[in-house]
């Protein structure tokens, strides 16, 4: 991954809490210049199929909460090691996506609000 641009990091959490947690700690470390919080999101997918599952699909659907997460790329290992350390779940969803266009001097500020080496 290239030391400069900035991306998106997507996330989601179980809980407001935790994803009020989570944006706090990542926006205060310097790891992300800034973290919207969507509520009430709905995930599908699969995984490990329980007893609660009777077609063992292991098709689930959770509310979870998203986290939009806006960062260098130069501060991003350090943010997905931050996201693995702190984050609820056994497998985070961490996805990072390039932005590829936007206001210059709004992703101007999210290179000076990120803090490569945190």
């Known amino acids: 991954m290239s030391d400069s641009g900035q991306l998106i990091v997507f996330s989601t959490v179980d809980s ?15 790891l992300a210049a800034c973290v919207n919080i969507l509520p009430a999101v709905t995930s599908v997918f699969r995984w490990e ?6 077609g063992q699909t292991g098709v689930q659907a959770e509310t979870e ?7 260098s790329t130069a501060a991003y290992p350090a943010l997905e090691r931050h996201l693995q350390a702190e984050h609820p779940y056994e497998l985070p969803e961490i996805v990072a996506v390039p932005l ?10 999210i290179e000076g609000s990120t803090t490569p080496s945190a």
Do not use: C, H, N
Not at 16 to 30: C, F, K, N
Not at 65 to 71: I, Q
């Open 49 to 54: 199929a329980g007893a609660d599952d009777p």
């Open 16 to 30: 407001p809490e935790a994803a009020r947690r989570l944006a706090d700690s990542v926006v205060g470390a310097g």
């Open 65 to 71: 909460v998203m986290l939009l997460m806006k960062t």
């Open 100 to 109: 590829t266009r936007g206001l210059p001097a709004f992703l101007q500020w």
